[in-house]
Each structure stands twice: as structure tokens, then as C-alpha cells.
């Protein structure tokens, strides 16, 4: 599957729409989370770039682990399954505010669209080292877009 080009204006554009179509009391069609905790949750992609300081860099080992199962699925074309397993930093368990968190995603995607594909070609990420553009851009736009559509937009 070919995913939307997040780096795009108008991708940006139509992804913070749906963002801001969500309210306060927006369920979700599968899964246990709240929207906030989700808002929250697709934070955490961007604070492994954006505020790496918050979670800890994995070791080795547990770097070659992540590489060897988890990153065809994360930057892979297969869309993510319904109630899927997520990494431990990416399970938010506590309330969360959702004007605070809807405004910090919105902030991540725009930043990220300002700053474009040569300040991620060959980057290296948290825990799968150096990604493509293509690959940065399919595990951003496919792990927004998963939750989106959680939530009904």
C-alpha cells in the first residue's frame, strides 16, 4: 500500500482537519484508549525525534530486536491491524488533557512538514536506524492515519 506524502502542504492540511474534527468525547471505534490518550499516543513518534530526552535511546540488543520485527511493520506498507500490540513507551495508561495534547500533534505535523524530506533522508530513528524518506513518511503518515480512522475521522 502507498501512503499519503505527509510532507505534502496539503497532506498536512487534510491530517490536521481530521485532527480537528475530533471532540472531546470522539470515541473510538475499536480499542480501549480515550481520545486524548491517543492524541497522546501519536505524540510519542514525534517526541522520539523532537524531544529525544524524554525517552531513552534502546540499547544495542534491543535496537538489532526492534530492526529485525517490529520495522517492516512500523515502515512497511501492510496497514497496522485493529488492536494491534504497541511498544511500552507508546502505551499511555494515565488521563490526559485533550486541547493540550490535540495542539502538541498538530504542532509535531507541522514541523515536520516545514522541515521537509532532506532533514529526514537517511536520518537515523529512535530504535530502526537510518529510514528513506519513504520510510519516514509511511510510518508517519500510516500510524496517524491508523488512529484517525480509529476515532471515525
Known sequence: MEYKNIFDAQVTKEVIGRINSLMPETKGQWGTMTVAQMLAHCC????FI????KHPKPNFLMRFIIKLLAKSQV???KPYPK??????AFVIKEDKDFST?????IGFVQ?????????????ESHA????SIKEWNTMFYKHIDHHLRQFGV
Do not use: C, I, W
Open 44 to 47: 510519542v513518534t514525534y517526541e
Open 50 to 53: 523532537y524531544e529525544p530526552e
Open 75 to 77: 515502515v512497511g506498507p
Open 83 to 88: 488492536n494491534g500490540q504497541t511498544a511500552p
Open 101 to 105: 495534547e490535540k495542539a502538541r500533534l
Open 111 to 123: 514541523k515536520t512538514q516545514q522541515l521537509g524530506t532532506s532533514h529526514f533522508d537517511g536520518k
Open 128 to 131: 530502526m536506524g537510518n529510514l
